[in-house]
């Protein structure tokens, strides 16, 4: 049996751990799950390093999700990117990490895990409608 995919998120602050945390509370432990946190005072090669050990630890398929394009998390990710060959995704938020989690092991490949995200990504980012809150069964 192959290794699962590995869920790396890259992220500022403690945004990753917290993302980390939330979804437990809806799924249960969340396994080669990941958060490397980009703090005040950490360089750029540490941050590289530790997040190069995680991946170099996982033994498999990367799947890494950062907070913001074009930010330090991202920037470093694509490096990784390019010498690991891990898929990376931008903008990351609870629904999409949820979704990775559950599809990981079923997916085909890592691409066809972050289609799968990046729609649930998408679709997790909207304004909910009066017709939708009618339709809500709050009984």
């Known amino acids: 049996m192959s290794e699962p995919v590995f869920i790396m998120i890259m992220n500022h602050g403690r945004f990753g751990e917290e993302l980390i945390a939330s979804a ?26 530790k997040a190069e050990a995680l991946i170099q630890a996982s033994r498999g398929k990367v799947l890494i999700l950062t907070d913001l394009f074009g930010g330090t ?3 470093v990710a694509m490096m990784l990117r390019e010498k690991y060959n891990a898929k990376v995704l931008c903008g990351v938020n609870l629904p999409m990490l949820i979704e990775a989690a559950n599809l990981r092991d079923t997916a085909g490949c890592v691409e066809e895990l972050a289609e799968a995200v990046l729609d649930t990504g998408r ?10 809150e009618e339709e809500e069964d709050w009984a």
Not at 123 to 130: F, I, K, N, R
């Open 24 to 49: 437990e509370l809806i799924v249960g432990t969340l396994e080669q799950v990941e958060a490397v946190s980009l703090t005040a005072g950490t360089s750029i090669e540490e941050y590289y390093e």
């Open 73 to 75: 998390p991202c920037n």
């Open 123 to 132: 679709a997790g980012v909207l304004e909910p409608s009066a017709e939708a």
